[in-house]
């Protein structure tokens, strides 16, 4: 019925091309030439419709050449009434169609055209054949070769089995996987004429479908250790009729079995298979072609006689040689391989993990390298900056070295020539007024009580570092200590006209202090505010407190600390004028014990200065009743404030 059907379709075409001629006009021109072109199977046949695209396009740039194209459909019609009918409807449509030359496409075609070769009711009478994929093992009649060239197919796809063998050893056996074409048919005609040239132990075995699904049942058998599989037909899916797709139907086998497979046809390449022989159609296409044109352009075929098939290659899938261990190195040297990367490397699996290893390792080791510069680099920043400090240190103790040499000298110096003079008057009978008497004591009082201090500071600082330096905290007033302390110094910045002021916020303000070690803090502060300003100038001391701190503040409006050098002063021995520019005494100790007694009271200590305007210190403490101590062993101590205050003020 089918059949039919397209008879009358034919029919029909054939009609309607008899009213009108086939190629149009008829061209008297004899450059005009008209092909007709055979294909043995079906339009969606994918390598020979490749070999026609490559035939066209190598035919594009010759408008003279008019091609017309017949599919046989032998896939769908293989028997002899079909053909016959076919042929006879060719006989029809073309019979008054001037085409010069047949060329067929695989053996069914070339058979079709060569029946008709010398039958005067053919339309192939006498006409020029070119051919392709005839089996090398047709033999033609003197005559018939007058007509007929094109290219014999080697088809030797008994390399292909050697390949097999060579690349994976283990096999044994092939399954050669056909349909039932003539290029199938021929393909296991050489294999078994040839089947000499293979190893004793290698075993051929032929698997003839139709259908996908026959072909799965038998690989179901299989031992995919010792066997691989050879695609050369084309199947169709028993459900649909049509071609089962060439991917799905690799997927499906490897479902079964994680078998090689190989193929000889380019439509499975890249699907799946490891590789193949494979006949490049469009390459094929393209060298028919360039046989065509030079017959036309030599005006005959006696030049062009007949040439083994061209277009064959070796072909493989790089992802595929890996996933069966195949070693690279065995492939031939012309093989394509297809899906390989610029960067991927043909080397075997094996050799794949040593060159991962080592990249591994070179990268580790690099940044091993790199990771060890940064240490370096860091240990370098790290031992320059000891090295500043180091540097730093050893500078401080030279400036303090020279400091305290002198610290010690000047009321050393002005304490002998004191007494010196004192001892010259009495030795000379003289008569010493009282007045000068009085002087020369209240010097040598005035430059021990430098001297205390400094011996004083000196030794807080060794008990500081060794640890010994303790706190004996107990309530007290805060207001009070901090009053008598300014009190008891106010006539030493009047001799300097320096005004200080008092102010608190309240009268009582308890909390858990040392007395004698936050007098000496406030002590220290103040005289070096009478120190550093000026005459006339104005000293404020406040108090305030919330409920939780209480903040001490003094302020002066001497001569101020550089803003780079603020942060410096709670140094040990930092003193923001060198000694040998300096206007006042000091040892650079005192900032640095009042930091460390606040602390030890875990408050805290903030300046605020500005050159030329004034230096405010704020003492932060806070507010608490926890006595440390009991009051029977309070700090009482029998020592006067006035003293204290004497020698604190000493060096102003
Ligand atoms: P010193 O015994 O030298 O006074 P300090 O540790 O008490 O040592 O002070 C360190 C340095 O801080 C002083 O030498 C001085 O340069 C600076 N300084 C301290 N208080 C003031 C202030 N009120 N005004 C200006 N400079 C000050």
């Known amino acids: ?94 019979r008054d169609s001037n085409f010069d030359m047949v060329v067929t496409i695989d053996d069914e075609a070339f058979n079709l055209a060569r029946k008709g070769l010398l039958n005067k009711n053919s339309i192939f009478y006498k006409k020029i054949i070119v051919t392709t994929g005839v089996s090398e093992l047709i033999s033609l009649t003197s005559e018939e070769k ?58 051929l075995n032929f698997i003839e479908a139709k259908y996908e699904n026959e072909i799965l049942e038998k690989i179901e058998d299989m031992d995919e250790n010792n066997e691989a599989l050879l695609i050369c037909g084309v199947f169709k899916d028993k459900n649909t009729y049509d071609y089962a797709n060439s991917e799905e139907f690799i997927s499906k086998i490897k479902k079964i079995k994680h078998i090689p497979i190989y193929t000889s ?11 193949g022989y494979i006949d490049m159609g469009s390459e094929y296409g393209k060298s028919l072609g360039k046989m065509v044109l030079k017959i036309y352009k030599e005006e005959g075929i006696s030049s062009v006689p007949f040439i083994n098939r061209v277009g064959a290659n070796y072909m493989v899938d790089y992802n595929q040689i890996y996933k069966y261990d195949i070693n690279p190195s065995d492939l031939p040297e012309e093989t ?9 490397l043909l080397i075997t699996k094996n050799e794949r993990i040593q060159v991962y290893l080592i990249i591994i390792v070179l990268l580790i080791t690099m940044l091993y390298i790199i990771t060890m510069m940064f240490k370096h680099r860091k240990n370098n920043i790290k031992n320059k900056k000891l090295y500043n400090i180091a540097k730093e240190r050893e500078q401080l103790k030279t400036d303090f070295i020279v400091n305290m040499s002198h610290e010690l000298r000047t009321p050393l110096n002005i304490i002998s020539s004191a007494s010196t003079l004192l001892e010259m008057k009495v030795n000379k009978n003289e008569k010493v007024e009282k007045e000068y008497i009085l002087d020369k004591v209240e010097r040598i009082n005035k430059n021990s009580n430098r001297l205390r201090r400094l011996i004083n500071n000196l030794i807080d600082i060794t008990k500081f570092d060794s640890g010994f330096y303790e706190c004996r905290c107990k309530n ?38 040392d007395k004698e070690k936050i007098e000496r803090v406030i002590l220290n502060i103040l005289s070096n505010a009478i120190k550093f300003t000026n005459e006339n100038g104005k000293i404020e001391v406040r108090i305030k407190h919330d409920d939780k701190f209480v903040y001490i503040s003094l302020k002066d409006n001497g001569i101020g600390i550089p803003k780079e050098k603020v942060d410096q002063i709670f140094h040990r021995f930092y003193q923001v004028d060198s000694i040998l520019s300096r206007k006042n005494e000091g040892s650079g100790i005192g900032l640095c014990i009042v930091d460390e007694i606040i602390k030890m009271h875990n408050g805290k200590v903030e300046i605020d200065s500005e050159e030329n305007k004034g230096t405010t210190f704020e003492i932060i403490l806070n507010l608490s009743n926890d006595d440390r101590i009991d009051d029977d062993t309070d700090n009482k101590t029998d020592r006067n404030i006035n003293d204290a205050v004497k020698i604190e003020m000493a060096n102003i």
């Open 146 to 203: 007058e007509y007929i060239t094109g290219f014999m197919d080697g088809r030797s796809k008994i390399e292909l089995i050697k390949l097999i063998t060579r690349l994976q050893p283990q096999v044994k056996t092939i399954n050669v996987l056909i349909d039932d074409t003539n290029y199938c048919k021929d393909i296991k005609d050489k294999l078994l004429g040839n089947r000499y040239l293979l190893d004793d132990h290698i075993n």
């Open 476 to 513: 007290e007033n805060i207001v009070y200590v901090v009053e008598d302390i300014v009190f008891a110094s106010v006539d030493y910045a009047n001799e300097k006209d320096i005004e200080v002021l008092f102010d608190t916020d309240a009268e009582e303000i308890i909390t858990s202090i």
């Open 1 to 94: 019925m089918k059949n039919i059907n397209r008879l009358l379709i034919i029919s029909l075409i054939i009609f309607l091309s008899s009213i009108t001629n086939i190629y149009g006009e008829t061209k008297d021109n004899k450059d005009i030439h008209n092909i007709l072109l055979i294909n043995s199977y079906d339009i969606d046949n994918k390598w020979e419709n490749s070999i026609n695209d490559g035939f066209k396009e190598s035919m594009k740039n010759n408008p003279n050449i008019n091609i017309k194209t017949e599919y046989l459909d032998i896939r769908n019609n293989n028997n002899e009434k079909y053909l016959r009918d076919f042929e006879k409807l060719l006989n029809t449509k073309y």
């Open 336 to 344: 394509i391989i297809i899906n390989k990367k610029p960067y991927d």
């Open 265 to 275: 046809r380019e439509d499975y390449i890249g699907k799946g298979v490891i590789g």
